[in-house]
């Protein structure tokens, strides 16, 4: 395999160090929990080799209310990251080929590209409302296509795919005989009511999640992939097994605990997103230099500046980090040009996320062409 680095990962926060950025509208998760504000009993954990699926409980409790799920069709893995790159690195080789819903998270084309499989790309626009065209998607499959891999809601715009259209994709996979990825790190962070895992929906589709986006658990490195495919399960274990073995018994533990009072810490995060996202939206709303489709979940938006043609963008994130102190993700993290920016608004403070927004701004005031 043909590793690249990837640009969101070499030019990240803790890449550039967290002391140099003051307002980190960067990150694409809730604020990061502090250890002492979770309420946790260890002292008598086993530090030994567990379950190579993964603690049996933290597997029941993931699955749980989910129809068609039990603990069998969940294998915990170390962050969602290396849930994709056992699926991609499972499913595909050089001779295979994938559909990207794109922009789509780095991990979900880089990893495939180091396979050296062949991939198209369902361009997604923001004339279009970032919406998939589900015809388009259908048309590319190909007799050696082995899945479709979208995020949803959509990393790093936010959107949200109709139920309709979620099905449709699914049908799809069912219908072609591949499968459908569907990385749902943000599922329980819709602005409505969140659809069921895509895995409970059909054994042609493989949801993706982890405790690092929507709990502010990253640090713990813990994640999972869901399928009721027995036979792919088989092959995603065998992965698990011959990259790492097993998870960090810590790491399950701590979220164990941490999933099991779930609706005491929800709450707080819930009410902070939405604290968080009404100042982005009437900021975002007098800023008459940029405009968005609003998002329907997770914690991220994909804002770009109107007059692109004018506008400097090289200037824009020098003046944006060095004088004002703020962090953004630019478009070329996805592929897209660099006068589109994801902005993540749920790991800053209220106050910290307000001065950032100002440092946007005034970053703007001096990044056009005269």
Same mark, same amino acid.
């Given at each position: 395999?043909?590793?690249?680095?990837?640009?969101?990962?070499?030019?990240?926060?803790?890449?550039?160090?967290?002391?140099?950025?003051?307002?980190?509208?960067?990150?694409?998760?809730?604020?990061?929990?502090?250890?002492?504000?979770?309420?946790?009993?260890?002292?008598?954990?086993?530090?030994?080799?567990?379950?190579?699926?993964?603690?049996?409980?933290?597997?029941?409790?993931?699955?749980?209310?989910?129809?068609?799920?039990?603990?069998?069709?969940?294998?915990?893995?170390?962050?969602?990251?290396?849930?994709?790159?056992?699926?991609?690195?499972?499913?595909?080789?050089?001779?295979?080929?994938?559909?990207?819903?794109?922009?789509?998270?780095?991990?979900?084309?880089?990893?495939?590209?180091?396979?050296?499989?062949?991939?198209?790309?369902?361009?997604?626009?923001?004339?279009?409302?970032?919406?998939?065209?589900?015809?388009?998607?259908?048309?590319?499959?190909?007799?050696?296509?082995?899945?479709?891999?979208?995020?949803?809601?959509?990393?790093?715009?936010?959107?949200?795919?109709?139920?309709?259209?979620?099905?449709?994709?699914?049908?799809?996979?069912?219908?072609?005989?591949?499968?459908?990825?569907?990385?749902?790190?943000?599922?329980?962070?819709?602005?409505?009511?969140?659809?069921?895992?895509?895995?409970?929906?059909?054994?042609?589709?493989?949801?993706?999640?982890?405790?690092?986006?929507?709990?502010?658990?990253?640090?713990?490195?813990?994640?999972?992939?869901?399928?009721?495919?027995?036979?792919?399960?088989?092959?995603?274990?065998?992965? %698990?097994?011959? /990259?790492?073995?097993?998870? @960090?018994? &810590?790491?399950?533990? #701590?979220?164990?605990?941490?999933? *099991? $009072?779930?609706?005491?810490?929800?709450?707080?995060? %819930?009410?902070? /997103?939405?604290?968080?996202? @009404?100042? &982005?939206?009437?900021? #975002?709303?007098?800023?008459?230099? *940029? $405009?968005?489709?609003?998002?329907?979940?997770?914690?991220?938006?994909?804002?770009?500046?109107?007059?692109?043609?004018?506008?400097?963008?090289?200037?824009?994130?020098?003046? *944006?980090?060095?004088?004002?102190?703020?962090?953004?993700?630019?478009?070329?993290?996805?592929?897209?040009?660099?006068?589109?920016?994801?902005?993540?608004?749920?790991?800053?403070?209220?106050?910290?996320?307000?001065?950032?927004?100002?440092?946007?701004?005034?970053?703007?005031?001096?990044?056009?062409?005269?």
């Amino acid at each position: 395999m043909m590793y690249k680095r990837m640009a969101i990962e070499k030019e990240s926060p803790e890449e550039m160090g967290y002391s140099n950025i003051r307002y980190n509208l960067a990150e694409s998760s809730v604020t990061d929990f502090i250890l002492k504000d979770i309420s946790l009993g260890l002292q008598d954990l086993s530090l030994c080799y567990t379950d190579h699926r993964g603690k049996p409980e933290l597997r029941e409790l993931i699955c749980a209310g989910h129809k068609n799920l039990d603990k069998n069709d969940v294998l915990l893995t170390v962050g969602a990251a290396s849930a994709l790159f056992i699926i991609a690195s499972s499913l595909l080789t050089s001779a295979d080929h994938l559909i990207v819903v794109h922009p789509n998270y780095a991990t979900n084309i880089e990893t495939p590209r180091a396979i050296g499989s062949a991939i198209s790309y369902i361009s997604l626009s923001f004339e279009n409302a970032w919406q998939p065209d589900i015809a388009a998607l259908e048309k590319a499959v190909q007799a050696n296509t082995k899945y479709i891999s979208i995020t949803h809601p959509h990393n790093p715009t936010g959107m949200m795919l109709s139920r309709e259209n979620l099905d449709k994709i699914i049908r799809i996979a069912e219908q072609k005989g591949i499968y459908v990825l569907v990385d749902e790190t943000y599922r329980e962070l819709s602005l409505t009511s969140p659809y069921p895992l895509a895995a409970s929906l059909s054994s042609h589709a493989i949801s993706v999640s982890s405790v690092s986006k929507a709990y502010g658990l990253p640090g713990l490195r813990l994640g999972w992939l869901v399928t009721k495919n027995e036979e792919l399960m088989e092959k995603f274990l065998a992965a %698990k097994e011959q /990259i790492f073995i097993t998870n @960090s018994v &810590l790491d399950e533990e #701590i979220a164990l605990q941490f999933l *099991l $009072e779930k609706e005491r810490y929800w709450k707080s995060i %819930k009410a902070h /997103i939405q604290t968080n996202f @009404s100042l &982005l939206e009437k900021w #975002i709303q007098a800023e008459s230099r *940029l $405009e968005w489709i609003k998002p329907g979940g997770g914690v991220v938006c994909f804002p770009r500046v109107k007059d692109a043609a004018n506008f400097n963008t090289e200037r824009f994130y020098d003046l *944006l980090l060095r004088q004002y102190g703020t962090m953004v993700g630019p478009g070329h993290w996805f592929e897209m040009p660099d006068h589109y920016m994801r902005m993540g608004y749920a790991w800053p403070g209220y106050e910290d996320l307000a001065k950032g927004l100002a440092g946007i701004s005034a970053a703007l005031d001096k990044s056009f062409y005269s």
